[in-house]
């Protein structure tokens, strides 16, 4: 909420508005007063890395009643405020919108009660609402993520990674309780994330029997050799009969049948404190690029896209899901809940099954990143359920031409989703693979596993064993892969450096004055050092991307002396490894320290290799499950379009893609097709959707900028249709809207 509301704040004073916190929420619009103060630039610095909100909130009975609205709405005649920005969830939100609906007449109350004038009244004429969905659960329709759902998956795995280590240490079956009284968004991710073995979600309950089941399930696990159970609980789940299912009753269900040592955790609060994570505070900046057209209007994000949907129609299918559960339409709750909910709860289901001829073989290729394990053990288990015999290739390439190639089974990837690195092993190649292959290869990571994929594609000509169908994930912290917004382990990076940047900041809070040149990897892609700018609140990024020169490093120093002497008195400019050849980390740092003599002091830091370890996070461990399965079923369909006669023979375009994710959608792109999307020679791709967040950055870092938004005012409309369409029509869109519905 924080990171909203210093976006707020610094683009509303950048656009020439005055700017007004309101503080306890609806509570200081009925109170006035001191609650409602003006917002200076100053006044939200050192904010983004606050969880919680500063400016308070609180629950509000005043309001409800229409004598409590007539006296918000005084104090905001009196006070000039004509737009009011709402942060909050479906019930803030539709009383917003309520208050907006009846703005006229509360003005006419006021003027005939002599409290305002017929002027006031008519420079007041008009209330413009646009809300902003700060909820952990997840459980507003319309958007893809509210604010803080990101940051509460982040508290909720490092409980489950700390709680794995003791379980498998004991031999312990866990039961962890999560929040999501009506949503069973956050339970279900967390199931997806540590590999849970059992979730229990409001939307789907469980079928008749399911105790039964359960017990099955966790015992054929301990079989099998797992020292691990964990099981995810919603606060709402409950079985079809209506009734609540408590982490307490499947504890003494397990411990009564099983004779399980078993151990429960409920989360509560701690799911919404800590810092915010580097997802929910770029959510907030992507929002501002939302263009103004309805009324009452809530932003949204639809993939990478922000958007403006009517606020109203969002609210009511919110309030479809609880009608759909309330009358036991479960499959329909799960539609309701969105195309992402349910795409989760798809492959959740289809990796607890186990059925089990063809070899599919997994080979990790280039650096080791966050989120790799994550899509093998999806992959190796979805095969598995196809029938196919799933193998595993050590090192890379290297490996592949050794020989170091073994059968994986369904047991030998458990607990890899919380690992980071590649458990496989993974070596950068640098000959080419001439391989002479009987398997399906799926090969993952950055730049190494696209060229390689290209050079085995070329090489179909010459040895008709590369006449195999391969689909590339692409996972490197660069982000780099054309073909995909977004790549696995960027979002680990990400964070990794956002709260590497948060304790840099605060080291200059005693000191002040002080300015911090931080490097960030990514190659040639500007990718981490921008959006990592974004959400650390830098002054400056170099990349490659976006060309610099000495007339811009001096502009950004001149800035920065500037800023020193108002009350901010912290700099942070970063910059991406490779972004000039002669701008070095060294001479910006040395450029820096010489102009700022008297006015600020440098450090410098580079941050090398620690932006690819550490453990993944909560959106790298989903988003590779769910590309890992996607890449499988997608190799088990074309097997079937190319085998012919007891052989299988690929040799299309079409039968060697890329797995990428572009806006909404999950989409295979042939290789040879992205030859034309790519700079091979800085191994970028020719366009990136994130440039035109770049101008964000400037403007809440107080430069003088303008901004685009015509693409995304384009993908409003298409969102708009779609929202504003009822559930059984949406399937007879037309063909391009049914294209982005699929995925």
Same mark, same amino acid.
């Given at each position: ?346 492959? /959740? ?23 790799? +394990? ?54 950068? /190649? ?93 190659? /040639? ?28 490093? &001096? ?36 450029? /820096? ?110 430069? +003088? ?35 982005? &519905?699929?995925?």
């Amino acid at each position: 909420m924080n990171a909203a509301v210093r976006a707020t704040v610094r683009v509303g004073i950048y656009t020439g508005a005055k700017v007004y916190f309101v503080h306890e929420g609806y509570q200081g619009l009925v109170d006035g007063g001191d609650n409602i103060k003006l917002a200076t630039w100053e006044s939200v610095s050192m904010m983004l890395q606050l969880g919680g909100t500063v400016i308070g909130s609180a629950r509000c009975m005043d309001f409800r009643a229409r004598e409590g609205r007539m006296k918000a709405a005084l104090n905001l005649v009196k006070l000039g405020i004509t737009n009011l920005c709402v942060i909050g969830g479906d019930g803030s939100l539709t009383g917003a919108n309520q208050f907006r609906k009846e703005w006229a007449t509360l003005l006419v109350d006021l003027v005939k009660s002599g409290k305002i004038t017929d002027d006031e009244a008519r420079k007041s004429s008009h209330l413009n609402i646009v809300g902003m969905v700060g909820s952990i659960d997840n459980d507003f329709c319309g958007t893809d993520m509210t604010i803080g759902t990101d940051s509460a998956l982040h508290r909720i795995i490092e409980v489950v990674d700390a709680i794995t280590t003791t379980a498998q240490s004991h031999q312990r079956t866990f039961i962890l309780e999560v929040m999501g009284r009506h949503c069973g968004y956050l339970a279900l991710v967390t199931a997806l994330a540590c590999g849970a073995d059992w979730v229990f979600i409001p939307e789907m309950p469980p079928d008749e029997g399911w105790e039964g089941h359960l017990c099955r399930r966790l015992a054929d696990q301990r079989a099998r050799g797992s020292r691990l159970n964990v099981i995810i609980v919603a606060e709402g789940a409950m079985d079809r009969g209506g009734n609540p299912i408590s982490s307490e009753d499947i504890k003494k269900l397990v411990e009564k049948n099983l004779g399980f040592d078993t151990r429960t955790t409920v989360l509560g609060h701690v799911q919404r404190g800590g810092t915010p994570s580097a997802f929910d505070r770029i959510l907030v900046v992507m929002a501002l690029l939302a263009t103004p057209e309805t009324p009452a209007c809530v932003v949204s994000l639809s993939g990478n896209q922000a958007v403006r949907l009517p606020l109203m129609e969002c609210v009511q299918v919110t309030k479809d899901v609880t009608t759909a559960m309330a009358e036991k339409r479960w499959e329909d709750a799960i539609k309701l809940r969105g195309k992402s909910f349910e795409n989760n709860w798809n492959t /959740y289901k289809m990796l607890k099954c186990v059925t089990s001829n063809i070899n599919v073989a997994i080979v990790n290729i280039g650096a080791p990143c966050a989120g790799m +394990n994550a899509a093998v053990r999806s992959a190796v288990r979805i095969g598995i359920i196809q029938g196919h015999n799933m193998l595993a290739v050590h090192d890379g390439f290297e490996g592949l031409a050794q020989g170091k190639i073994e059968p994986i089974t369904w047991t030998g990837v458990s607990g890899w989703t919380g690992k980071g690195g590649s458990e496989l092993g993974t070596k950068r /190649y640098s000959n080419r693979p001439l391989l002479l292959l009987r398997m399906i290869i799926r090969m993952q990571d950055e730049y190494s596993a696209y060229m390689g994929g290209l050079e085995l594609v070329q090489g179909r000509d010459k040895y008709e064993e590369l006449c195999i169908p391969m689909v590339v994930i692409p996972a490197t912290v660069s982000n780099n892969v054309p073909g995909s917004d977004f790549s696995i382990g960027a979002d680990t990076a990400l964070n990794t450096i956002t709260s590497t940047c948060d304790r840099i900041k605060q080291s200059a809070a005693g000191t002040k004055r002080r300015v911090f040149i931080i490097e960030t990897a990514g190659g /040639y892609c500007g990718y981490l050092a921008t959006m990592a700018g974004l959400a650390a609140g830098a002054d400056a990024a170099y990349i490659y991307e976006d060309k610099f020169g000495i007339r811009d490093l &001096e502009m950004n120093v001149e800035h920065l002396v500037q800023k020193m002497k108002t009350d901010v008195k912290r700099g942070l400019i970063l910059r991406n490894e490779n972004c000039n050849a002669n701008y070095t980390t060294d001479f910006i740092f040395a450029l /820096y320290s010489e102009e700022g003599k008297g006015i600020f002091d440098c450090r410098k830091n580079v941050l090398g290799h620690m932006q690819q370890g550490g453990t993944p996070t909560p959106f790298d461990r989903n988003f590779g499950t769910k590309m890992g399965s996607k890449a499988v079923l997608w190799i088990t369909e074309k097997l079937k379009e190319v085998y012919r006669h007891g052989r299988i023979f690929a040799n299309t375009p079409d039968s060697a893609c890329v797995l990428g994710m572009k806006k909404r959608a999950l989409t295979f792109q042939p290789l040879a097709e992205l030859k034309e999307q790519t700079d091979f020679e800085h191994r970028i791709p020719k366009t990136s959707w994130w440039l035109k967040l770049r101008p964000i950055m400037k403007i809440l870092a107080k430069y +003088n900028i303008s901004l685009d938004t015509s693409e995304h005012a384009h993908m409003e409309h298409v969102i708009k249709k779609r929202v504003s369409m009822p559930a059984p029509l949406m399937k007879k869109a037309s063909p391009a809207t049914k294209h982005e &519905e699929e995925e």
